[in-house]
């Protein structure tokens, strides 16, 4: 399978494409393990032109009339949908996922965009009395600044114009680096952009494969006002240390442990439903993935048959292939840091009742799999599979299962299946997450506020609150 024609590989840079100092670096089809492009290999030297150019862009960009900066993104948005199958088909090629979830994914995506053209226009500040009625106060928003976003290689489109969307709308200039998995989408972003509009030097993209000295670089430069990272919580910690030292005001959506709780009155196809949504979109290997099934005694045999029967009769392939349900996992090393987590959860005295092992063959597969009897400290249970893997874990009732929801350092998404609002909401309340699904296993929403609390980040993106990400305040105060 090869690359369509025309799909950039060079950095963008100043409006211009071009070469990275440090030559090129493979991105493989994961597929079927085939190299598919050298994409440019950014060095610190692009980093600083890529900071240079958004720093020039900054101050115009900032005081364009709202609706000029709303225009960029509504025409981004559009275009992104003129050119939906050629960007699913490249996101299935680079990452694996299946069509049907890579043209979802390019929905979602442009839909940042048009909800940030709409969001773009409705800055505001206030005016208050003072307490003590001596003065009035006045609230001003501006944009940070430069904005360095980095993303996942998960969702390729949607991860980066989640953040693109915001930042250009509240008037900030942006440095974004995709993940080396994936750096291909967020270029032909990039063109998107250009061609909606976006100013030379407003929207620059720096690829490498080895992204701490580069990032490390950019966070040390003091034009840059603000970071904003999707990705694993141990890298989002380092980058959090990293920023601290010129306190570069930071956004962070992380990783999760997402449990998935089934109360004992669910209606259990439905459950078994939003299950495969929720465990099976994008092969597993979402933030907001099912990670841990907290199921009740009574109903958990029937589940897991009910799960294991849906999630073994997907079709497994290439990404790119139509009737693909199941594509690859992203690379080998996180295909076997999955076999890993599920054979020490074996051992440990978890019964497999589909999947399980590494199949032979081309390509980073890993099946479907579905484990019952899962200890509660095992690995599968208290680890981010990020993977199709399904650990059932029967618990006694809404406390027991609570319990077991909350007993993680993670806080992302929650799920609870049960036909009784009031008890599903009561639950929903003593979740220690950023969202819940009650009775459905999507949250993910343009529209909605998506984040994490405890160890899964700060800050929220999407929704009203995300363009917040990109504004400070300024008060006044006078009188009159
Ligand atoms: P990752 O942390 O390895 O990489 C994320 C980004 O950070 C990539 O751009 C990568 O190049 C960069 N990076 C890696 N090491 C770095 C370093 N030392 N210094 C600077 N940058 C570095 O994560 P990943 O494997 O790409 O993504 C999977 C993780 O992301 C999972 O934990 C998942 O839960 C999380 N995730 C979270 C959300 C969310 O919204 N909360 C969404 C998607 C993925």
């Known amino acids: 399978m090869t690359l369509p024609a025309g799909t950039p590989t060079q950095l963008y840079i100043g409006g211009t494409w071009r070469d990275g100092s440090q030559g090129t670096f493979d991105v493989t089809n994961p597929s079927t393990g085939e190299v598919i492009a050298a994409v440019a290999r950014a060095g610190t030297d692009d980093v600083d032109a890529a900071i240079d150019a958004a720093a020039a862009a900054q101050p115009d960009w900032a005081t364009r009339a709202p609706r000029e900066r709303g225009e960029v993104l509504r025409k981004s948005f559009e275009l992104m949908i003129e050119r939906a199958d050629e960007l699913a088909f490249l996101m299935s090629l680079e990452m694996g996922k299946s069509l049907t979830d890579a043209r979802g994914e390019v929905t979602y995506a442009a839909e940042f965009f048009r909800w940030y053209s709409e969001e773009a226009v409705r800055v505001g500040g206030e005016v208050r009395m003072s307490p003590s009625g001596a003065n009035r106060i006045l609230t001003f928003k501006k944009p940070f600044g430069v904005a360095l976003l980095l993303t996942p290689w998960n969702f390729p489109a949607a991860m980066a114009t989640r953040k693109l969307g915001p930042a250009l709308a509240a008037g900030c200039a942006v440095v974004l680096k995709p993940a080396e998995d994936t750096p291909l989408t967020a270029l032909v972003l990039a063109q998107i952009l250009s061609d909606a509009g976006a100013p030379d030097g407003l929207v620059n993209v720096i690829t490498t494969e080895r992204p701490g000295d580069v990032v490390e670089h950019a966070l040390a430069d003091d034009r840059v006002r603000k970071l904003s990272f999707t990705g694993s919580t141990g890298v989002g910690s380092l980058l959090l240390e990293q920023a601290a030292g010129r306190i570069v005001d930071s956004s962070m959506e992380l990783g999760g442990n997402d449990p998935f709780l089934v109360l004992d009155d669910a209606d259990l196809d439905a459950a078994v439903e939003g299950a495969m949504l929720a465990k099976m979109r994008n092969g597993g290997q979402a933030c907001t993935a099912a990670n841990r099934f907290l199921v009740a005694e009574s109903v958990a045999e029937d589940f897991a048959k009910k799960l294991a029967d849906k999630m073994g009769s997907l079709t497994v392939g290439a990404g790119t292939d139509e009737s693909t349900q199941l594509g690859p996992m992203i690379n080998a090393k996180q295909r076997d840091g999955i076999a890993d987590k599920v054979d020490r959860s074996v051992s440990a005295g978890a019964r497999v009742v589909i999947g399980g092992s590494v199949q032979s063959g081309d390509g980073f597969f890993y099946p479907a799999t579905v484990l019952t009897d899962v200890p509660r400290d095992s690995a599968v249970a208290t680890e981010e599979v990020f993977g199709p893997v399904a650990p059932i874990i029967t618990v006694k009732d809404d406390d027991d ?42 949250v993910s929403d343009p529209a909605a506020p998506f984040g994490g609390v405890k160890q899964s980040g700060l800050g929220r993106e999407g929704g009203f609150e995300g363009i917040e990400e990109y504004l400070e305040t300024t008060y006044v105060a006078t009188n009159w």
């Open 401 to 442: 299962a609570l319990a077991v929801a909350n007993a993680t350092e993670m806080g992302l998404t929650g799920y609870v299946y049960t036909r009784d609002l009031a008890r599903g909401l009561r639950v929903c309340e003593k979740l220690e997450v950023g969202m819940v699904g009650l009775n459905r296993g999507l």
